[in-house]
């Protein structure tokens, strides 16, 4: 299972992120799978941000509960992030990651699958 995440680089303030995960190898719908969107801002550890099961209950971290949405495209395989209303402080690497089976969303090492991240920037 290989995961890429794909998205803008760049996003203004009070702007909603979007980005993309493809998943190939597998169906994100396979029994299961949990998908996962994590980040890491500059200087932090990682963050766990929200998950997407395979039958499409969603998951979020209460601290950004309000500003996260987590959905998926299963006719190509992806799952996607929007995070909005975001401020310079959302500037971090961007990962998207999988886990088979049910598991602790911020033990790191407990996924299975992680794409490579993507640096997203906030900034006018």
């Known amino acids: 299972v290989q995961l890429q995440e794909s998205g803008p680089g760049l996003v203004k303030p009070s702007q909603t992120l979007s980005l993309t995960c493809t998943v190939s190898g597998d169906s994100i719908t396979t029994n299961p799978y949990y998908w996962s969107w994590i980040r890491r801002s500059p200087g932090q550890g990682l963050e766990w941000m929200g998950t997407i099961a395979y039958s499409g209950s969603t998951y979020y971290s209460p601290s950004l509960k309000s500003r996260t949405s987590i959905s998926r495209d299963t006719s190509n395989n992806q799952f996607t992030l929007q995070l909005s209303s975001v401020t310079p402080e959302d500037t971090a690497v961007y990962y998207c990651?999988?886990?088979?089976?049910?598991?602790?969303?911020?033990?790191?090492?407990?996924?299975?699958?992680w794409g490579q991240g993507t640096q997203v920037t906030v900034s006018s």
């Open positions: 990651a999988g886990m088979t089976g049910w598991g602790l969303w911020e033990q790191w090492n407990e996924y299975d699958y």
